[in-house]
């Protein structure tokens, strides 16, 4: 089976930097989309940035400039590199995996999501 597993959050003074990883277990054939997003306690989940593949990366205003969304299809591995991370940024961050695995019933397109892992921005 398919899972994804979200890591490299913690706690980071504002200003500073985490890079974010989304590791897919299974026979991942293909990455098709990735997305990153965020949800804060009492806010709306917000998309932070997606990328296509085989197109280019799209981000929310708030975070152009400042993140990069990337993957590694040998390692079958979503990145998110967050810099100069801002108090108001502190979330719960998850990767939105579009992927096609070869499971047991045959060979499947589905979308995966992991836990999340907690980004804290003290100040």
């Known amino acids: 089976q398919v899972q994804l597993v979200e890591s490299g959050g913690g706690l980071v003074q504002a200003g500073g930097s985490l890079r974010l990883s989304c590791t897919a277990s299974?026979?991942?054939?293909?990455?098709?989309?990735v997305k990153w997003y965020r949800q804060a306690p009492g806010k709306q989940r917000e998309l932070v940035a997606d990328?296509?593949?085989?197109?280019?990366?799209n981000y929310a205003d708030s975070v152009k400039g400042r993140f990069t969304i990337s993957q590694d299809n040998a390692k079958k591995t979503a990145y998110l590199q967050m810099n100069s991370l801002k108090h108001e940024e502190a979330a719960v961050y998850y990767c939105?995996?579009?992927?096609?695995?070869?499971?047991?019933?045959?060979?499947?397109?589905?979308?995966?999501w992991g836990q999340g892992t907690q980004v804290t921005v003290s100040s």
């Open positions: 299974g026979i991942i054939l293909h990455i098709n989309k």
């Open positions: 939105d995996g579009d992927l096609t695995a070869a499971q047991n019933i045959g060979i499947t397109r589905n979308k995966y």
């Open positions: 990328v296509t593949t085989g197109s280019s990366a």
